[in-house]
Protein backbone atom coordinates (compact mmCIF):
# COMPACT_ATOMS: atom_id res chain seq x y z
CA UNK A 1 0.00 0.00 0.00
CA UNK A 2 2.63 2.39 0.85
CA UNK A 3 4.59 1.45 -2.64
CA UNK A 4 1.69 2.21 -4.55
CA UNK A 5 1.12 5.75 -2.82
CA UNK A 6 4.51 6.57 -3.01
CA UNK A 7 4.58 5.95 -7.08
CA UNK A 8 1.57 7.75 -7.23
CA UNK A 9 2.18 10.68 -5.43
CA UNK A 10 5.42 11.07 -7.74
CA UNK A 11 3.31 10.89 -11.03
CA UNK A 12 1.37 13.56 -9.73
CA UNK A 13 4.26 15.74 -8.70
CA UNK A 14 5.94 14.91 -12.18
CA UNK A 15 2.57 15.43 -13.91
CA UNK A 16 1.95 18.90 -12.24
CA UNK A 17 5.84 20.13 -13.10
CA UNK A 18 5.44 19.04 -16.70
CA UNK A 19 2.12 20.70 -16.82
CA UNK A 20 3.40 23.58 -15.09
CA UNK A 21 6.78 23.99 -17.34
CA UNK A 22 5.09 23.60 -20.86
CA UNK A 23 2.59 26.04 -19.81
CA UNK A 24 5.55 28.61 -19.11
CA UNK A 25 7.47 27.63 -21.99
CA UNK A 26 5.04 28.33 -24.45
CA UNK A 27 4.01 31.52 -22.96
CA UNK A 28 7.37 32.36 -23.41
CA UNK A 29 6.89 31.46 -27.37
CA UNK A 30 3.92 32.82 -27.78
CA UNK A 31 3.29 36.09 -25.42
CA UNK A 32 5.00 38.70 -26.62
CA UNK A 33 5.35 40.61 -22.96
CA UNK A 34 8.25 38.42 -21.81
CA UNK A 35 10.53 39.49 -23.84
CA UNK A 36 10.12 43.06 -22.31
CA UNK A 37 9.97 41.38 -19.06
CA UNK A 38 13.51 39.79 -20.37
CA UNK A 39 15.05 42.94 -21.65
CA UNK A 40 14.15 44.18 -17.80
CA UNK A 41 16.25 41.79 -16.42
CA UNK A 42 18.60 42.14 -18.28
CA UNK A 43 18.55 39.33 -20.01
CA UNK A 44 18.59 38.91 -24.35
CA UNK A 45 15.54 37.78 -26.64
CA UNK A 46 18.10 34.60 -27.17
CA UNK A 47 18.58 33.86 -23.74
CA UNK A 48 14.57 34.16 -23.26
CA UNK A 49 14.39 31.19 -26.24
CA UNK A 50 17.07 29.15 -24.75
CA UNK A 51 14.88 28.96 -21.11
CA UNK A 52 11.58 28.09 -23.49
CA UNK A 53 13.42 25.46 -25.25
CA UNK A 54 14.88 24.14 -21.80
CA UNK A 55 11.87 24.64 -20.18
CA UNK A 56 9.88 22.59 -22.82
CA UNK A 57 12.91 19.80 -22.74
CA UNK A 58 12.79 19.68 -19.05
CA UNK A 59 9.06 19.26 -18.94
CA UNK A 60 9.32 15.98 -21.16
CA UNK A 61 12.49 14.65 -19.41
CA UNK A 62 10.65 14.69 -15.63
CA UNK A 63 7.44 13.19 -17.26
CA UNK A 64 9.43 10.13 -19.29
CA UNK A 65 10.95 7.77 -16.13
CA UNK A 66 13.95 7.13 -18.08
CA UNK A 67 15.05 10.71 -17.08
CA UNK A 68 12.90 11.67 -14.87
CA UNK A 69 15.88 12.75 -12.09
CA UNK A 70 17.70 14.72 -15.15
CA UNK A 71 14.96 16.78 -15.33
CA UNK A 72 14.36 17.43 -11.64
CA UNK A 73 17.94 18.34 -11.76
CA UNK A 74 16.71 20.49 -14.28
CA UNK A 75 13.37 22.07 -12.34
CA UNK A 76 15.65 22.83 -9.58
CA UNK A 77 18.67 25.02 -11.67
CA UNK A 78 15.75 26.80 -13.49
CA UNK A 79 13.93 27.34 -10.49
CA UNK A 80 17.05 28.54 -8.31
CA UNK A 81 17.63 30.80 -11.58
CA UNK A 82 14.07 32.41 -11.32
CA UNK A 83 14.72 33.04 -7.82
CA UNK A 84 17.91 34.90 -8.08
CA UNK A 85 16.10 36.59 -10.77
CA UNK A 86 13.05 37.71 -9.08
CA UNK A 87 15.10 38.51 -5.68
CA UNK A 88 17.96 40.65 -7.52
CA UNK A 89 15.46 42.67 -9.98
CA UNK A 90 13.72 43.31 -6.54
CA UNK A 91 10.43 41.44 -7.14
CA UNK A 92 9.76 39.40 -3.99
CA UNK A 93 6.48 38.36 -4.62
CA UNK A 94 7.19 37.05 -7.99
CA UNK A 95 8.89 34.26 -6.44
CA UNK A 96 6.20 32.06 -4.71
CA UNK A 97 5.83 29.59 -7.97
CA UNK A 98 9.59 29.07 -7.93
CA UNK A 99 9.67 28.22 -4.65
CA UNK A 100 6.60 25.92 -4.96
CA UNK A 101 8.29 23.96 -8.28
CA UNK A 102 11.85 23.87 -5.89
CA UNK A 103 10.04 22.33 -3.62
CA UNK A 104 7.93 20.24 -5.28
CA UNK A 105 11.10 18.86 -7.32
CA UNK A 106 13.22 18.28 -4.20
CA UNK A 107 10.36 16.35 -2.43
CA UNK A 108 9.72 14.27 -5.54
CA UNK A 109 13.60 13.32 -5.83
CA UNK A 110 13.51 12.21 -1.96
CA UNK A 111 10.11 10.10 -3.02
CA UNK A 112 11.71 8.28 -5.90
CA UNK A 113 14.97 7.87 -3.86
CA UNK A 114 12.78 6.26 -0.91
CA UNK A 115 10.63 4.14 -3.79
CA UNK A 116 14.23 2.68 -4.99
CA UNK A 117 14.55 1.38 -1.66
CA UNK A 118 11.28 0.32 -1.18
CA UNK A 119 11.62 -1.66 -4.71
CA UNK A 120 15.03 -3.14 -3.74
CA UNK A 121 13.46 -4.52 0.08
CA UNK A 122 16.05 -1.84 2.34
CA UNK A 123 12.81 -0.79 4.03
CA UNK A 124 10.01 -3.15 4.99
CA UNK A 125 6.32 -2.24 5.05
Not at 29 to 55: K, N, R
Not at 69 to 85: D, E
Not at 88 to 116: G, H, K, R, V
Amino acid sequence: MLKGFVHHTIIISVAIMAMMFVYSSMSMYLMPGWSDQFAVWGYSQTFLYIIATAELIIAVAVFAKPTRSYGLIGVIVIMVGALYTHLTNNQPDEIYAAIFMLFLAISTFILIIFENKLDKGEINT
